[in-house]
């Protein structure tokens, strides 16, 4: 092999690293994201049904006649609301599209990161396959 192509080849694999870095952080960012936004919901959700359920059962948990019903029902609509906007941001920023997507974008860099290191491939091969990636990954890659 030519020093050249060498060269090539090592900055070739640094961009890949690079991009690689790029997509896990993106996907290690969107996965915090859901988990506390579906965690949030969760616990929101099962937050409103205690209150509420135990209210309905016992009678108002804190404070006694129209001003403990009137407590209960507003903490368990305040829980409500809590549930609402988690679930709510997790479709509006399309979570669930989102982290496949950097999933097989990170499968793929690591691919073409393992196929430079094989040395194997032909480079242009590697290249192209890279500049596809990038292209079919805008948002992952920024």
């Known amino acids: 092999m030519q020093p050249e192509t060498n060269s090539k080849r090592d900055q070739l694999s640094q961009r890949i690293r690079d991009s690689l870095r790029k997509a896990e952080n993106y996907t290690l960012r969107l996965r915090r994201t859901y988990t506390r936004l579906v ?3 969760f616990v929101g959700s099962t937050a409103t049904v205690l209150v509420a359920g135990g209210t309905a059962v016992q009678g108002p948990l804190v404070g006694s006649g129209v ?4 407590l209960a029902c507003i903490v368990a609509a305040l829980l409500s609301l809590i549930t609402t906007i988690c679930v709510g941001l997790g479709q509006q920023l399309k ?3 989102r982290l496949p997507q950097g999933q097989l974008c990170i499968g793929r860099l690591r691919a073409l990161d393992l196929a430079l ?3 194997g491939r032909e480079f242009d091969e590697t290249a192209q396959e890279y500049k596809e990636v990038v ?3 805008p948002e992952v890659m920024n």
Do not use: N
């Open 95 to 97: 979570l669930e599209e």
């Open 39 to 41: 965690v949030g919901g």
């Open 135 to 137: 292209k079919a990954f």
């Open 67 to 70: 001003e403990g019903w009137r």
């Open 117 to 119: 290191a094989i040395e």
